[in-house]
């Protein structure tokens, strides 16, 4: 069961043998009443195309031998399986090449900052206090390495219909967003 889960990715799709030294697994797709490790069993292997096929353990030199190896590479191979799994959680992209490994990481964007930035310049109050900032003049008002003006630690936003409109939808419908219902808000 260890090996199918680790090798899942090259068994799906394609038919395969499995040697067991376990003669009771033989009956195990024809027996009537199963236990809870059982089904769970079976409910992972009814994924798989494959003929189980017993091989005496006296006669299976070659798994002993594997079974009594030190498991130090087998624990290597699952946290490596974690740590994939938890990159791929985090929608980062992993390259391996010999002697190295890339991360790197999509960050989708709605477009807000973008349009926020670009009416920040259309207004001219804030052009009049970006001004001041050169000057040095306007403590309260900074200007952010996107180049978008703050005031006071908070961007600041102009009253625009589609901008208040996006903000608002990214705050009540995003997924991104809860929202603890009607009677707490």
Known sequence: MFSLKIWRHHLYGSTFIIFSDHKSLQCLFDQKELNMRQLRWIETLKDYDFRLQ?????????ADALRRQNTLVSF???KEQELLEKFRDLNLNVEFSPGELKFSMINPSN???????KHQFDDELLQQK???????NALEFKV???NIMHCNGCLCILAVDKIKEIILEEAHISKLSFRPGVTKI
Not at 111 to 117: K, P, T
Not at 130 to 136: A, D, E, N, S, Y
Request: proline residues 3%; without cysteine; aromatic residues 4%.
């Open 54 to 62: 017993y091989h005496a353990g006296k006669a299976n030199i070659v």
């Open 76 to 78: 290597l191979m699952v």
């Open 111 to 117: 477009g807000l900052i973008e349009d926020i930035q």
């Open 130 to 136: 970006r001004h001041l900032i050169m000057q040095g």
């Open 144 to 146: 952010g390495p996107n």
